[in-house]
């Protein structure tokens, strides 16, 4: 059952965590810059030595754009200490020696640059609104990149129809590659009557319409942590993971064997600790602690 976090407690994870890995939205800021004692819990952390990490689904960003969104609220962060999925992806492809083409849905700014840094071809960001009006005009004006193994789905603004065909049409070979960098249902949007739609959103037509299920580079599939311990050297149980969302940052953490900790400053509330304290199949979805924010823990460090 998930624990309200408490002096005892944070004691015991000061003593037993080496490595603090952080959402980033929902958890340190929000749109209205950071969030309360957040900023102040991780500059705590990095003063008793303790190794903090940057963790986001988010595939619209760089690192290098982390780093530099990072720097504007106060956090210190180094290249090497951000995992973002458009990184993520371009990094599976490298170490995988991937040599072809991929067919990128998302944007060229964020997933085209880390694919590029990573010396990988890609085709498909910017707009690609439908050609013609017919079923019988796509057949024959839509023409396909005989280069293209790989698959990519990210957020992208300019999602269209014809971009729907081209990934679905270069997935009917089995052997081209399919990735999502992440599925979050919507992005974190706080007083508004507006939801919008999260990179979840694109992934799903085109599994639907190509019958394939995507390799997911985010949480809570393990591949960040898989780069991150690679590089760093991580033993999971010494590491903790801190998020808003149980669906990705907490089955993220028990996938990778880690501590976790839910806050309620994002997505999630105390709600759904209660609802499902009393559900023992459900047990396996808590977190080990929770807390309001940040706050929560800091104050005990
Ligand atoms: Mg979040």
């Known amino acids: 059952m998930a ?3 408490t002096r005892e407690i944070s004691e015991e994870i000061v003593r037993d965590v080496d490595s603090f890995l952080f959402d980033c ?6 749109g209205n810059g950071p969030i309360k004692g957040s900023l102040e819990t991780v500059l705590r952390l990095k003063e008793l030595g303790k190794q903090v990490f940057y963790v986001t689904n988010n595939s619209s960003q760089t690192r290098d754009d982390y780093v530099k969104k990072c720097a504007t609220y106060g956090f210190p962060a180094q290249k090497d200490e951000i995992l973002c999925t458009a990184y993520i992806a371009a990094e599976y492809l490298r170490t995988a ?3 072809d083409k991929v067919y990128v849905i998302g944007k060229k700014e964020a997933m085209g640059a880390e694919l590029e840094n990573a010396g990988i071809r890609y085709t498909g960001t910017g707009p ?9 005009d796509w057949l024959s004006n839509i023409k396909l990149d005989p280069e293209v193994k790989c698959v990519l789905v990210g957020f992208d603004p300019h999602i269209s129809y014809m971009k729907l065909i081209r990934a679905a049409s270069y997935l009917k070979k089995p052997d081209c590659v399919y990735l999502a960098t992440n599925e979050d249902s919507s992005l974190p949007v706080k007083n508004s009557d507006i939801c919008i739609p999260g990179t979840g ?7 639907l319409a190509s019958g ?5 580079m985010g949480k809570p599939a393990p591949n960040m942590f898989e780069v991150l311990r690679k590089v760093h050297n991580l033993e999971p149980s010494r590491c903790m993971m801190i998020g808003d969302r149980k669906d990705t940052d907490i089955m993220f953490a028990k996938n990778c064997g880690m501590r976790s900790m839910l806050v309620f400053s994002g997505i999630s509330s105390i709600d759904d600790i209660q609802q499902i304290s ?3 199949e459900l047990e396996e979805s808590q ?9 929560g823990l800091g104050i005990f460090i």
């Open 3 to 5: 624990k309200l976090m």
């Open 25 to 30: 939205d929902g958890v340190l800021w929000d």
């Open 97 to 99: 020696n991937f040599k």
């Open 128 to 136: 690609d609104p439908l050609e013609g009006n017919t079923y019988a």
């Open 201 to 207: 959103c694109i992934v799903k037509p085109v599994s």
């Open 212 to 216: 394939r299920e995507p390799i997911v």
């Open 278 to 280: 009393d559900t023992e």
């Open 287 to 295: 977190p080990d602690y929770y807390a309001e924010n940040l706050a």
